[in-house]
Structures are given as C-alpha cells and as structure tokens.
C-alpha cells in the first residue's frame, strides 16, 4: 500500500489568487495523478503528473490553470491559479503503487471567496 | 450516457440487511476500483479487480468483475451503521494506464 500526505487539507483564497496543494507519498510510486471534485458530484481526472517532464493534461484543463509538478518518484504539487468561485472544491493527488492498486490523499477542500 | 454507469445513487438500509452496489461500463475494464468516501474526506482503498471473474473479499464487503469485464458489482452482508457513506467505482478504461473514470456514487445510509 502507499499513505499519502496532502496539505493543505483545507484552504479559503481570495479570487484572483493563487494556491498551491503539496503531495507527498511515503514510498516510490510509478504514476501520480490530479483529481477535482466539484460539490456534489464525483471526482474528474486534471492531469497525469509525469515525473522530470510535463504533466499530461485531460480534455478542459490547461497548464496556465493548473501547473503541476512532480520533481521525483515520491512528491507533486498542483497550483491553481487564478483563483474563482468555480475552482471551489475537493483536490485530491492519487498515486499508483508497482501491484496497479491506486491510493488517494485525504483531499484538499478549497474554497474560492 | 455515461462511460461508468454507478447503481442505485441512493440506498438505506436497516442495520444487519444485505445490499449490492452496481458499477457498469461502456468501455472495457483493464481494472476496477472500488472506494468509500465520508463527506468531505479522501478515498479509501477497498479492493482492485483486474481479471474477469475475479472475486475479492474484505470483512463483509465482496466485489466481483464479470467475465465480460464491463460489470462490477460490491455486496455488502449483514451491514451495519459503520458501512454508512459513499462508494465509488473508478473504472481503468485505457490499458495499462491507471487514469480512473469514476461513477457518481452511492450515498448508502444504514439505520440502526
């Protein structure tokens, strides 16, 4: 299994504003991902977070929105930027381990005012 | 439609009842997932299914993958108030690539 640490878990930004959510995982892992999920619904895939390389985006996000990084096997960062009222919501960071079972952080809940 | 069609959205049951959540794709499953949410929080891992046919138990949570791997299914015997929240089925839909589709959630509420 891998634990992952995310923080913040949770957040209030003023519009126009930036955040940025750390995620950190207590072993190597082979795949990282981005998820949002918007109040009420489930959770959608942002972007695959390739380790020395750029991440891989899902169709509606872009980079300029959200940059990511993922400088080793065991870290990644996303930032949101640009902050408004509709990027309020749950962030979660999912990591794959070597047997393909993926764990997910606690989430940060973000809240756009 | 959707590409992962989660059953039913909503379930109460009375404590000590049985229950199956459904998860259906329109693509074929390379895995599938299953979490349980408490509003608010992270995902926690229940069990992966890769194999068609593949069964998996925990406690009193089993989950199975159909031979066809297009369906799977996450029963729950003799439930009880700490089975109460979300579960979700995230569907593996692009080889060996783990980006996960996931369905919408079942809301399970179980009264004592």
């Avoid at chain 1, 891998?2 to 949770?10: D, E, H, N």
Wanted: net charge positive; charged share 15%.
């Amino acid at each position: 299994s891998a634990v992952i640490s995310q923080k913040p878990s949770r957040d209030i930004c003023q519009r126009g504003t930036s955040l940025t959510i750390q995620c950190q995982v207590d072993s190597q892992v082979t795949m990282m991902f981005w998820y949002r999920q918007q109040p009420g619904q489930s959770l959608t895939l942002i972007a695959t977070a390739n380790q020395g390389s750029e991440a891989t985006y899902e169709s509606g996000f872009v980079i300029d929105k959200f940059p990511i990084s993922r400088p080793n096997l065991t870290f990644s960062t996303l930032t949101v930027s640009n902050l408004s009222p509709e990027d309020s919501s749950i962030y979660l960071c999912s990591a794959i381990t070597g047997s393909l079972a993926a764990f997910f952080g606690q989430g940060t809940r973000l809240t756009v005012v | 439609s959707q590409e992962l069609e989660q059953s039913p959205q909503s379930l109460i049951v009375q404590e000590g009842k049985n229950l199956t959540i459904n998860c259906t794709s329109s693509k074929t499953l390379y895995g599938l997932y299953w979490y349980k949410q408490k509003y608010g929080e992270g995902l926690i891992f229940l069990m992966m299914l890769q194999k068609g046919g593949e069964e998996k138990s925990h406690e009193k949570i089993t989950a199975k993958l159909d031979e066809k791997k297009q369906q799977s299914s996450l029963h729950i015997t003799a439930s009880q108030p700490s089975h109460a929240g979300i579960y979700l089925c995230g569907a593996a839909t692009r080889g060996s690539a783990r980006q996960l589709t996931f369905g919408s959630g079942t809301q399970l509420t179980v009264l004592p």
